[in-house]
């Protein structure tokens, strides 16, 4: 199976000028493999909310892409984002990372973990393109695919979980975050 990390490889690899919302488990990777000042370390004191922050910024943006990095437990807590994306025909790809664990507050597992399967609920949901990989080669398969073109797309990327990981933190306070952002989309 797929690590975090070797997802993380992949889009690293196939980005191209699109802003990368990173939040939870994948703020603690993204950083080692990217320092891109359109990069923006999303740590929240409410989970799930990457997706509609991309959705705003898609709409501020427009033309330009953003993907964000969502987690399995973060994305049960507002479901309701893949809906409201779906309502429009912006360059938004969501990539979940499925680990079945809430990864970084404890390595608790995902309710219904095994059985939720989020790529049909993102297809229920009206997002037009959605992807399923469970392993590095099938994601490098479809990766440039994914993302590019018109959204909303949806990527479901299973990968293993790893217990007795520490809370991330962002690479940068949020307010130098939000001023590197501003500056590079000018």
Aim: aromatic share 6%; hydrophobic share 45%.
């Amino acid at each position: 199976m797929m690590t975090h990390r070797d997802a993380l490889e992949v889009l690293v690899a196939v980005r191209t000028e699109q802003v990368v919302i990173t939040t939870m488990g994948s703020v603690a990777i993204w950083p080692q493999l990217s320092d891109s000042p359109l990069d923006f370390h999303y740590l929240p004191s409410s989970m799930g909310q990457g997706v509609p922050l991309g959705l705003g910024l898609c709409f501020s943006q427009p033309g330009r892409g953003v993907i964000v990095l969502t987690g399995d437990g973060g994305l049960l807590m507002n479901l309701g984002c893949l809906v409201t994306a779906a309502q429009f025909t912006v360059p938004l790809y969501t990539v979940l990372i499925d680990n079945g664990l809430y990864e970084v507050t404890g390595g608790q597992a995902v309710a219904n973990a095994t059985r939720t399967d989020f790529a049909a609920i993102a297809r229920g949901a009206g997002i037009p393109r959605v992807y399923e990989c469970d392993s590095r080669a099938a994601w490098e398969a479809v990766a440039v695919e994914a993302l590019t073109g018109s959204g909303p797309v949806f990527v479901s990327l299973k990968v293993q979980g790893e217990l007795g990981k520490p809370t991330p933190s962002a690479p940068r306070p949020m307010a130098e975050q939000i001023t590197r952002l501003r500056e590079a989309l000018g």
